[in-house]
């Protein structure tokens, strides 16, 4: 019964290519995000969509896209990959509150050769 | 803007040995705030959390204080395993926001 649950979980690729994450969430959560985490572990939030629609967008560049075709899923489209791309990718989902704990996916090892 | 400064590691402990990771926020009005662990190559897991001041979050023998005076967080256990060894990230949301601010982590070590 795996909640959040995202594909690939390892993406090597060469750089310039364009790449897509997927994740999909079983909880019935309304709230979906997607994290980075760099090679010091550092997490620091990207975007998030509540119902389909964008409600935090950090300082990423435009080159990441995500799209949110329902609620239960939410994917992330990577064009023009850099080296500084590389990194863990977890996506994670809640109810819409902030004292709500957000589930995580395993994350998606990505790295550009 | 909101952030979250906890112990740098690493840290080495014995197994039964007590554990405390310090944790410390800046915000604005009354943040919830969280402990997540998260251990090799797998996601985060919610460990903890606490909505208001004063309140104790507890799960697995872990604890921490929402201590509002001190705005900190500090996570403690009284007897860590070797089945401990993760690493342990501080967060915090605003209220309005579900924007989660993580600290650094600490990554624990537990020896037999």
């Known amino acids: 019964d795996t909640a959040v649950s995202q594909t690939p979980k390892y993406l090597v690729t060469q750089m310039g290519n364009d790449k897509s994450i997927k994740c999909e969430q079983n909880?019935?959560?309304?709230?979906m995000y997607w994290y980075k985490q760099d090679s010091k572990k550092f997490l620091k939030i990207m975007f998030s969509?509540?119902?389909?629609?964008?409600?935090i967008n950090e300082t990423v560049p435009n080159r990441f896209s995500p799209k949110s075709p329902d609620k239960a899923h939410l994917n992330l489209h990577i064009n023009s990959l850099e080296l500084g791309d590389s990194a863990v990718y977890f996506c994670?989902?809640?109810?819409?509150?902030?004292?709500?704990?957000?589930?995580f996916g395993d994350g998606t090892r990505l790295s550009i050769l | 803007g909101n952030s979250v400064t906890q112990m740098e590691g690493p840290v080495t402990l014995s197994e039964e040995a007590f554990l405390t990771i310090n944790c410390t926020y800046t915000a604005t009005g009354y943040p919830s705030l969280f402990w997540y662990v998260q251990y090799p190559g797998e996601g985060l897991q919610l460990l903890l959390k606490?909505?208001?001041?004063?309140d104790k979050g507890s799960n697995k023998g872990f604890e921490a204080t929402y201590r509002k005076e001190t705005t900190s967080f500090h996570l403690e256990k009284g007897s860590v395993q070797v089945s401990d060894s993760a690493v342990y990230f501080c967060a915090l949301t605003q209220g309005g926001s579900e924007k989660l601010v993580f600290g650094k982590g600490t990554k624990l070590t537990v020896n037999p």
């Open positions: 909880l019935g959560h309304d709230t």
């Open positions: 969509y509540n119902n389909k629609e964008l409600i």
């Open positions: 994670a989902s809640s109810r819409i509150a902030s004292n709500q704990p957000q589930h």
């Open positions: 606490a909505t208001k001041a004063d």
